[in-house]
């Protein structure tokens, strides 16, 4: 006989108190931002060193110019410039930043400033090295944007976005949970045979799962801070610490509850994940697949069921936000389970040298994708999210969303026809 695991917040009381010490927290890190954006804008000019995103060339009404996506102290923003560089792609600028009219919404999403290059920085960094390391082992510029965003969080250029996204691989895509999770998979697998012997032999009154927890936290945070800790990821990670923490003092974790307080925890401490697209994708994928663990089903029906249910609910965001859809698109439950193998391989043959392995079989894939634009209405999204909503605790409504959702999956492949 088990028992049951009781939820974190138990009565009104309790509820209240975290929402308030909560909301107190998450108002007070806002307050510390606005200090910032007024330290940020006390100037009508600035000299600044920034991180190079992306470089890419723009023509507009006859006129070629340079696009630049820089990143400084957390800030994401873009910038112009008339005069042609070598590419820029990672390195550090020193560049002179003109402050016109900047609103404290538009510096905490993503803004545009002008701006004139002073310097440009030679000294190649970690980030650098990685990626000169991944590019000499392709020869495709296709194939590198997609290794680069795989392992180091860059982002991708316009058309591969669009092709991967047709595909219905972009959450492959993006780092979060599912790399989160596979990548603690791996290193808890190499380390526990290794420390399993010391445990035993020295140490036997320790808890060597508790502590293999502690030293894999550690090892993805480092991995986290060096790629600049991408929106999703952080969720991921927050989602994991508070995770464990309930289950090793005895609640339950698998729970909406557990994912509303994680989310507000996050938003309190990193109140710039509000405007994240990619951290509120992150929270809708989690949401799904607890609310498909509400419905009873045995767990070889799960196994078989939650690929082909997360696609489904996923679907009309995917549509929603993108507007790209194709016939391949539905294959991507089929995808999504070989990157289990494809992931962790891909690392290993980039480790070895042997990066280049799989291109042929990429470059196929993606030269398949014939890219068509499929359009959901304000509608129809509000509908599917106020019927998700209810599906929380109502039984009969999660049954309609199926159905709502296969019907708009049919839709999709209708308009394409």
Known sequence: MYLNRPELLQGRNTILVIMIVLSSVFLFRVMMLHQEYLHFTQFDSKVVDAEVLRHYQKTKNSKTYDVLKLRIDGS??????????????????????????????????????????????????QKENLINV?????????????????????????EVRNSISALGVAHLLAISGFHLGLLSAIIFFILKPILRYYYNSYTPYRHLNRDLFVIVS???????????????????????????????????????QTLFVTVFVLLSLYPKLMLSMGFWLSVIGVFYIFLFLKIELKKRYQVVFLPLWIYIMMLPY???????????????????????????????????????????????????????????????MIAFI????????????????????????????????
């Open 134 to 158: 991944i590019e000499k082992q392709h020869e495709s510029k296709i194939i590198e944007e997609i290794y680069k965003a795989l392992f180091l969080a860059i982002p991708v250029s316009k």
């Open 386 to 417: 106020v019927l998700s909503l209810l599906s929380i605790y109502n039984k009969k409504s999660r049954y309609i969303l199926v159905v709502f959702g296969s019907f708009i999956t049919v839709g999709a492949l209708y308009q394409i026809t």
């Open 218 to 256: 550690l090892l993805l945070f480092l991995y986290m801070w060096f790629l600049n800790f991408p929106p999703s990821l952080v969720r991921s990670y927050g989602m994991m610490i508070v995770g464990f923490i309930l289950y090793d003092r005895g609640y339950k974790i698998i729970s909406m």
């Open 318 to 380: 995917s549509l929603y936000l993108f507007e790209t859809f194709s016939y391949l698109h539905p294959f991507s439950t089929l995808l999504s389970s070989l990157f289990i193998l494809f992931y962790p391989l891909s690392i290993l043959l980039h480790m070895i040298g042997w990066g280049a392995f799989l291109d042929n079989e990429l470059l196929w894939l993606l030269n398949s994708v014939s890219v068509q634009k499929v359009v959901l209405s304000d509608s129809i």
């Open 76 to 125: 994401i923003f873009y910038t112009t410039s008339y005069k042609k560089y070598e590419p820029l792609h990672y390195k550090t600028i020193m560049i002179k930043l003109f402050i016109k009219e900047l609103s404290f919404y538009e510096y905490l999403h993503t803004f545009y400033l002008p701006s004139h290059i002073i310097k440009i920085y030679h000294d190649r960094s």
